[in-house]
């Protein structure tokens, strides 16, 4: 993900055994960079991209958990979010497939037209800022924040959650890396950063949504930034 993470942990009045949980989160880092790496070659998208999205193929259950939350998002924003993008970074095709072709089964999933390359740069800090808070929440820990690189950041205390996300259509370097799949020609310009807060339950340790929740307001911010009106903010959410 090339960014800086940041965890602080805030109840410091309770016993914690940093080593552990420092190794968890980190091996969590490096499981998610090596699951959805569109850069390097070894990861389990590029070996999957490399043999043909078309075909057939078994998959690591993280890797069909973003499949599925893509593909949530895709039919939620009516195709506006669309992982197929990818293929229009790296300049594989003229046009994304979407995701309509996609097909997802318990271990496995197939495309029924390649889309060459994907791209979970739309959610994959929010989903992995979720999986780093399940741990942390599940070690007792009640109050800390996460800061992946800035762009997605997670505040946790005793009321709930807050996940925010910023993003950006052009990077620092002038390269455009959010595309408008209907007309992926549209020079996109806009900056746009979101807050969704949901409040815990008594069961908030082993049922709540973590990946999810950070996933969806990380795809939002490319929505309606994209296409400002295209689909109504959860009550939990407001734009900031």
């Not at 949530?72 to 497939?97: C, H, Q, R």
């Not at 005793?158 to 925010?164: C, L, M, Q, T």
Request: net charge positive.
């Amino acid at each position: 993900m090339g960014s800086l993470w940041r965890v602080d942990i805030l109840d410091r009045d309770k016993s914690l055994n940093e080593a552990p949980l420092k190794q968890q989160l980190e091996a969590t880092l490096g499981l998610y960079e090596r699951t959805f790496s569109d850069w390097d070659n070894s990861s389990e998208l590029r070996r999957l991209e490399i043999r043909g999205l078309s075909r057939l193929q078994k998959a690591s259950p993280l890797f069909l958990e973003g499949l599925k939350f893509s593909k949530t998002l895709y039919d939620s924003s009516g195709g506006i979010f669309d992982i197929t993008t990818g293929a229009l970074s790296w300049n594989e095709l003229k046009n994304p497939v979407g995701l309509s072709s996609l097909e997802i089964f318990a271990s496995s999933f197939k495309f029924h037209k390649d889309p060459k390359r994907l791209s979970f740069g739309g959610i994959l800090k929010g989903q992995t800022t979720g999986a780093m808070a399940r741990i942390i929440y599940s070690s007792g820990l009640r109050e800390f924040s996460i800061n992946g690189g800035g762009s997605s950041i997670l505040n946790v205390n005793s009321e709930g959650v807050e996940f925010i996300s910023s993003s950006s259509a052009i990077q620092q370097n002038g390269v455009q890396h959010i595309f408008d799949p209907r007309n992926p020609a549209r020079r996109l310009q806009q900056n746009l950063k979101i807050s969704c807060r949901y409040k815990f339950n008594s069961q908030s340790e082993t049922t709540f949504p973590w990946e999810w929740h950070g996933a969806e307001t990380d795809a939002l911010t490319k929505v309606l930034l994209i296409q400002p009106k295209s689909m109504m903010l959860p009550k939990e959410c407001v734009l900031l």
